[in-house]
């Protein structure tokens, strides 16, 4: 029981700091952002003062009903930095 107790107290100290996310897409350069997304393949990252998005290196990346659409957020040196793809249902056309 003692086990279970400490595993459950690490997990949720654990928890907050896996979800947190990253300094502001406009405090890195555009290279620095579009080299998370290659390198991990699928991120979210911060892109303003209360939003945030996913985004993604292909669309293998995507669910199966989805389709890849460029993205372009600011960055440190470039207001309109393509930084790769975001996932879009395939329903969002109808």
Not at 20 to 40: K, M
Not at 46 to 75: H, I, K, M, N
């Amino acid at each position: 029981m003692k086990s279970v107790l400490t595993i459950l107290a690490f997990v949720a100290v654990a928890t907050p700091v896996i979800a947190q996310v990253g300094p502001p897409t406009s405090q890195r350069t555009c290279g620095a952002n579009r080299q998370l997304v290659l390198r991990d393949g699928a991120v979210v990252l911060d892109t303003g003062p209360t939003t945030y998005a996913r985004f993604v290196r292909s669309g293998a990346e995507c669910l199966v009903d989805q389709f890849p659409e460029p993205a372009w957020v600011p960055s440190s040196n470039n207001p309109q930095c393509f930084i790769g793809y975001r996932c879009k249902d395939g329903s969002d056309d109808f």
